[in-house]
């Protein structure tokens, strides 16, 4: 059975719930808070082992201007666009494609070549970082983006086939039927019936990918190195001074490169919503 809804809970529960909230999304936030408070502070707060208190001046701007202008952030965030944009693009892409042969086609070996998709999502990437980063220097991409775009699209064409395979799978399959007995084409029934159908799929899994290669520090720090090629994950550590970390710099440079995810989800929350709920009420 489901749980009943808050309203018909008694009221001890109801007033258990609403005092738990807060106290959730305070602890939820509170990293968030102290970096932000971090990112305002002037460095001789750290010097002098004000971590958590008051600080003893605002620097905000001054710790955001260095940020931009004193230091290679804003080529690191270049760096992140470059990188993310095509490997949403290609992942996605390429999974609509197997998405939609494997969902509509029946030819055999399909369910093996499905569940080896899924398969490599289950691998570690600690196991592959050696052998990855050998075949990037073999094929002379280390530490360039084209490397680590190439390496992000097949990393994460898994997980994008299996969400765009099942959604696929739960359209109405007389369109596809109908379309063919009207003699029309393969490519045409996948980019003029089957791929507008998929728009919430594709923005849902557009915020997802975005998100987890934006955010990528792993295979940044293995496959890359220097402000020519990696992305901002890994470029924040370059505030890190020879004995000691700028912590006012990183702070505000993490501020920074928390932003585009953010304003990425916003942007499309209602697709985003949408291609995750779909098909969950009949």
Same mark, same amino acid.
């Given at each position: 059975m ?8 008694? =009221?001890a529960t ?9 106290v ?5 936030? #509170?990293p ?6 971090f990112?305002i ?7 002098s ?6 600080? #003893?001046? %605002? $620097? ?6 260095? /940020? %931009?202008? $004193?230091?290679?952030?804003? =080529?690191? !965030?270049?760096?992140? /666009?470059?990188?993310? /944009? +095509?490997?949403?693009i290609g992942?996605? #892409? ?13 030819? =055999? ?14 691998? +570690?990437f600690?196991?592959?970082?050696v ?7 073999? &094929?002379?991409?280390y530490?360039?983006?084209?490397g &680590?775009?190439?390496? @992000? ?7 994008c086939?299996?969400?765009? =395979?099942? %959604? ?11 379309a063919?007995? $009207? ?5 045409r029934?996948f980019?003029?019936?089957? !791929? +507008? ?7 849902a899994l ?11 520090? %792993?295979?940044?720090?293995?496959l ?6 990696? +992305? ?8 890190n ?6 912590? @006012?710099?990183?702070?505000?440079g993490?501020? *920074?490169?928390?932003?585009p995810? *953010? #304003?990425?989800?916003f942007l499309?929350?209602? @697709? ?11």
């Amino acid at each position: 059975m489901f749980p009943r809804p808050i309203e018909t809970q008694p =009221r001890a529960t109801q007033i258990t719930y609403q005092s738990l909230i807060p106290v959730a999304l305070l602890l939820w936030l #509170a990293p968030l808070i102290a970096v932000a408070i971090f990112s305002i502070k002037p460095d001789t707060d750290f010097t002098s082992g004000n971590y958590w208190g008051w600080p #003893a001046e %605002f $620097e905000g701007f001054a710790n955001y201007g260095k /940020v %931009f202008f $004193e230091s290679d952030m804003p =080529r690191y !965030l270049m760096n992140s /666009v470059l990188i993310t /944009v +095509p490997t949403v693009i290609g992942a996605v #892409a390429l999974s609509a494609m197997t998405g939609f042969a494997l969902g509509v086609y029946k030819f =055999r070996g399909n369910l093996w070549i499905f569940f080896m998709f899924v398969a490599g999502n289950f691998v +570690p990437f600690q196991i592959l970082m050696v052998p990855v980063r050998d075949l990037t220097l073999d &094929l002379g991409l280390y530490n360039t983006k084209t490397g &680590l775009v190439l390496f @992000h699209i097949a990393f994460q064409t898994g997980f994008c086939t299996l969400f765009m =395979r099942n %959604f696929i799978r739960a359209l109405p399959f007389e369109l596809i039927e109908a379309a063919r007995v $009207e003699g029309v084409a393969e490519w045409r029934i996948f980019w003029f019936i089957v !791929l +507008p159908l998929m728009k919430p799929a594709i923005a849902a899994l557009s915020v997802l990918v975005f998100t987890f290669i934006w955010n990528d520090y %792993f295979w940044a720090v293995v496959l890359t190195q220097g402000a020519e090629s990696q +992305p901002v994950t890994a470029g924040i550590t370059s505030f890190n001074a020879q004995y000691r970390a700028a912590y @006012h710099l990183m702070s505000a440079g993490s501020i *920074v490169a928390a932003l585009p995810p *953010v #304003a990425m989800f916003f942007l499309m929350q209602r @697709h985003f919503i949408a291609g995750l709920t779909l098909g969950a009420v009949k």
